[in-house]
């Protein structure tokens, strides 16, 4: 079991580019989740997947970010036009529906720095 | 208002206290309660999940519920300097998306 992992672990990037971030969760998981998290403050969902199906997306998900899991493995964020206010750390999270509580383990996240 | 408040601090223990941390929510329909650790720039590491009222324990970790008062709670014994970090708690209805408290950043003194 070698946890969740999240590239890259850290970008910084121009206002106005786009960039796109990749987690790869928990082999077997098939929930997988994603979470942003601000200086100070606890992390915010953003939006879930179920295999391949985007089953929930937070109104914190804006028109600018996408989000997919192709093949029910790893998920893309990808985050076009990106704006200072975008600079936050972003965590992937996944869970499997073996687990009685649908506990979700963390990656390591991706920090992002808007300049 | 918050769906989950949870003090910032930051809470100041000398080595070898006892480490109270606790969180207040609102939402009725939360189910599952969990607290999760926080190390500087790191993501956050699950340490106790909790489903029903009463307490559940494990080693220096025993994690308090309350759905009556809507009011969780995490007691750290024999606290460690490594125990420094940011604890979060965090709620979930129905084995969906995560709601958490801001988190309390607790420094644990030699």
């Known amino acids: 079991d070698t946890g969740v992992s999240q590239n890259p672990r850290h970008k910084i990037t121009k206002r106005g580019q786009n960039v796109t971030f990749r987690c790869d969760p928990i082999?077997?998981?098939?929930?997988l989740y994603w979470y942003r998290q601000t200086l100070g403050q606890g992390p915010e969902f953003l939006t879930y997947f179920q295999n391949e199906a985007q089953l929930e997306k937070s109104r914190l998900l804006s028109d600018r970010f996408s989000a997919e899991r192709p093949k029910g493995s790893f998920s893309t964020l990808e985050i076009q036009r990106t704006e200072q206010g975008d600079s936050a750390m972003y965590l992937c999270?996944?869970?499997?529906?073996?687990?009685?509580?649908?506990?979700?383990?963390f990656g390591p996240g991706t920090r992002l720095t808007v300049t | 208002q918050k769906e989950v408040e949870q003090d910032p601090g930051p809470l100041s223990v000398p080595e070898g206290a006892i480490v109270s941390l606790n969180c207040t929510y609102s939402?009725?329909?939360?189910?599952?309660f969990m607290w999760y650790r926080q190390y500087s720039r790191k993501g956050p590491e699950l340490l106790m999940y909790t489903y029903s009222s009463g307490n559940k324990e494990d080693g220096r970790f025993t994690a308090q519920v309350d759905k009556s008062s809507k009011y969780i709670s995490l007691f750290i014994r024999d606290s460690q300097p490594s125990d420094s970090a940011t604890y979060l708690c965090?709620?979930?209805?129905?084995?969906?998306?995560?709601?958490f408290g801001g988190g309390t950043r607790v420094l644990v003194k030699p």
């Open positions: 939402n009725s329909a939360f189910q599952y």
């Open positions: 999270a996944s869970s499997s529906p073996l687990l009685p509580t649908y506990e979700q383990y």
């Open positions: 965090a709620m979930q209805a129905a084995g969906n998306k995560l709601t």
């Open positions: 082999s077997e998981h098939n929930r």
